[in-house]
């Protein structure tokens, strides 16, 4: 902003070149947000100083500390997920480890679901590990008896826990787990990347913590690296002044990009939760196919959970297991022309993963079984095109298999 009463005419032409076209305000709001890819900002004088570093108006301070843009993003994510605030951060790595941090002590124990995303379980089982905070893994979903059993001799204070499972979509009750948590003093934090706030709140549920990795289906073009908490407010400010600390803020241009994807979220997450669950139907009367894995199916075990906590889908992701071994696999996604092998999910275009050799490679194949993932199972983020042009690109893949795969290896 241009200061009153402190223009004046330059002798150089260099200093001209410097200070020349100051930010004229102007009094009508844009229709899109700006962008302010800014690493620091101007203060009028000194009592605005203290006024912005005392927190007593708002205001910018540095690029480290957040920005305009990020405050944007972080309003808009707190009024989806109906919480008192949210903090944005480089990642949604750094926004689970941040979470983390702020919300236990050195040498306290954390109880998780087994089968976490993998980068969550290196963070566990390395960086938490070290601190002290030893992880204790719980079938979850699982028998209730048995996690209360875990709380009643571990005593933790937190229980993470993920909304959906990757890749085969297990719902757990997400409502059950925080009464018995809270029930034993814990906190709940969720991580609710696969269903967004469209589709269910955990906060609502008595979640203490929620928080999304934004790349994927709040950013939804496969243009962003952000993660995003959201929370009660005195949770929340010891989450941003960790990440300021860290350098782990969310940098301006990422908000910028994020918040613009958040516009057209419900949109996408119905077309998304369409898309998969015709998928599924699909892939279930497929030979090649031993299983598909979504909650949309009468098999799938939490079927009626979901149906009941997530009326609105699921989000786009299907699993299924193919009958074969990894070369079927491989010929399988040789058939593919429109469906791309990308690592990440919630993006417009559908596309596929192999968690035997991406997501869960880190894992034995002992572990990965115990998991339910098999060496045949590949996972499906269906986009928002045509379901009927989703299909056909499977079809045709599936045909090609009885060309290049022995029959001894598909069903009769």
């Not at 903090?87 to 306290?108: F, K, R």
């Not at 070290?130 to 008896?145: H, K, L, S, W, Y």
């Not at 298999?401 to 598909?410: I, K």
Request: with cysteine.
């Amino acid at each position: 902003m241009e200061k009153s009463g402190k223009s004046r005419e330059f002798k150089g032409s260099d200093t001209v070149a410097v200070h020349a076209g100051r930010f004229p305000a102007i009094e009508n709001a844009p229709s899109s947000p700006a962008l302010y890819q800014a690493s620091s900002y101007e203060f009028d004088d000194l009592e605005d100083v203290e006024a912005i570093y005392g927190g007593a108006r708002p205001g910018a301070i540095y690029g480290r500390y957040g920005g305009p843009n990020a405050l944007h993003f972080e309003s808009a994510v707190a009024e989806l997920e109906s919480a008192e605030a949210a903090v944005g951060a480089a990642s949604g790595m750094a926004a689970i480890g941040a979470a983390l941090a702020t919300s236990l002590d050195p040498g306290q124990p954390i109880i998780a679901a087994a089968g976490l995303y993998g980068g969550t379980l290196a963070l566990l089982e390395n960086d938490f590990q070290q601190r002290g905070n030893r992880t204790v893994f719980a079938e979850i979903p699982g028998d209730f008896g048995e996690l209360e059993a875990i709380f009643a001799r571990e005593r933790a204070p937190l229980l993470y826990v993920e909304a959906a499972s990757n890749p085969l979509v297990r719902i757990p009750d997400l409502p059950r787990l925080v009464r018995l948590a809270h029930a034993y003093g814990a906190i709940v934090v969720v991580d609710a990347t696969f269903v967004t706030p469209i589709l269910g709140k955990p906060l609502d549920w008595g979640a203490d913590l929620v928080l999304h990795s934004v790349g994927k289906y709040l950013g939804g073009h496969g243009d962003v690296g952000a993660g995003v908490v959201a929370g009660d407010r005195d949770r929340i400010d010891r989450l941003r002044a960790y990440l300021i600390r860290n350098g782990a803020t969310l940098p301006h241009f990422e908000a910028w990009l994020a918040l613009r994807g958040l516009r057209t979220l419900a949109l996408r997450m119905a077309r998304h939760s369409a898309n998969a669950s015709a998928v599924a139907a699909y892939l279930a009367g497929v030979p090649a196919v031993a299983r598909v894995h979504h909650p949309s199916r009468p098999e799938h075990p939490e079927h009626d959970l979901a149906a009941r906590l997530y009326p609105g889908g699921t989000g786009g992701i299907v699993a299924f297991d193919l009958h074969g071994n990894r070369e079927t696999v491989a010929a399988f996604v040789r058939g593919l022309e429109t469906i791309a092998i990308v690592h990440s999910l919630g993006e417009v275009a559908t596309t596929l993963s192999y968690p035997a050799v991406s997501s869960h490679r880190s894992l034995t194949p002992a572990a990965r079984a115990a998991l339910g993932v098999s060496e045949t199972t590949v996972r499906l983020s269906c986009g928002i095109e045509d379901a009927r042009d989703i299909i056909a690109d499977l079809e045709a893949a599936f045909a090609g298999l009885s060309q290049t795969v022995p029959a001894t290896e598909l069903p009769v």
